[in-house]
């Protein structure tokens, strides 16, 4: 994908939204679902879209949307402000529903557009990598569990945070690592805060 790189920044957004390269595979058809510009200086790095995500086309528009809110401190206006912060999935399409919930994201998203766009992300200050897949690319000698990941998060502070996934499936761990929330949580929002301008 190295002709990419030479492509105006909103052409390449245009491009990856009508990315068809998994269309046969996907469910419910294609709908790259991404947020991003050059100035964002927070990355938000997820897993892939889910039902509802898909069905709106607005990134963490669900529960665990919510959630992921809550632990920055932010409201949804300045989460859905392209001009400070970014939303780039691991995998940009909803994958569909298994046995446990949503399947993983597509093996062919990431190496067909992930170092093209993060390429591009020169003003990033914070990438929040939330759960295995994200954990894998991002995070050097990444752990095979996430609890080990992000209990190492101060190993990547303050570029990179590794965090759970936010989904409401995960009730049970974080009541079963408050350390969580106790610690995590309010350097997380700190530097949000920091990095939006607040006082």
């Not at 939204?17 to 991404?34: A, F, K, Q, S, T």
């Not at 912060?85 to 446990?100: D, H």
């Not at 752990?143 to 995960?170: I, M």
Request: include cysteine; charged fraction near 25%.
């Amino acid at each position: 994908m190295g002709q990419h790189r030479l492509l105006p920044f909103r052409e390449l957004v245009e491009q990856v939204r009508n990315c068809r390269i998994c269309e046969d595979v996907l469910p419910c058809g294609p709908r790259p679902v991404i947020q991003m510009s050059p100035g964002s200086r927070i990355l938000v790095v997820g897993q892939a879209p889910g039902r509802k995500v898909h069905e709106t086309g607005l990134p963490f528009n669900d529960p665990s949307g919510d959630r992921l809110r809550d632990w920055m401190g932010v409201t949804r206006d300045q989460f859905y402000d392209e001009r400070t912060m970014a939303i780039l999935p691991m995998g940009f399409c909803y994958p569909g529903t298994g046995r446990s919930g949503d399947l993983p994201p597509r093996p062919e998203c990431a190496p067909a557009w992930r170092e093209t766009l993060l390429a591009r992300l020169e003003a990033v200050e914070l990438t929040l990598v939330i759960g295995r897949y994200a954990h894998d690319w991002h995070l050097t000698n990444a752990s095979a569990k996430v609890t080990e990941n992000v209990r190492q998060w101060r190993d990547h502070w303050p570029g990179v945070l590794p965090l759970p996934h936010p989904s409401p499936r995960n009730n049970l761990w974080l009541r079963r690592n408050p350390w969580f929330e106790d610690e995590v949580v309010p350097a997380l929002q700190q530097r949000v805060g920091e990095l939006l301008g607040r006082d």
